[in-house]
C-alpha cells in the first residue's frame, strides 16, 4: 500500500503538525513519515496507514489515495 504523500504534507500542514509530531502521535517511525513524505518509500503496511491517519483524524482510505 502506499501513501498519498501530497495529501500526507497537506494533512500536516492543516493540523500544523512537523514529521516529529506526527510520528509521537501515530507511533509510527519519523524515518517512515519522512519516506513517506518525500515519496521515497514504495510500500507501507495497512497498519502504519492506519495508525497515520488516525493521528489525522482521517479514513484510511483516503489517505491511501482513495476518495480525495
Request: no cysteine; net charge neutral; proline share 0%.
Given at each position: 500500500m502506499k501513501i498519498n504523500n501530497k495529501l500526507l504534507i497537506s494533512l500536516m500542514a492543516a493540523h500544523?503538525?512537523?514529521?516529529?509530531?506526527?510520528?509521537?502521535e501515530s507511533g509510527v517511525s519519523t524515518?517512515?513519515?519522512?519516506?513517506?513524505?518525500?515519496?521515497?518509500q514504495q510500500s507501507v503496511s495497512k497498519d502504519t496507514i492506519i495508525k497515520i491517519a488516525r493521528a489525522l483524524n482521517v479514513d484510511p482510505i483516503r489517505l491511501e489515495g482513495g476518495k480525495q
Open positions: 500544523e503538525m512537523t514529521m516529529a509530531e506526527l510520528s509521537r524515518k517512515t513519515i519522512q519516506l513517506a513524505v518525500t515519496n521515497v
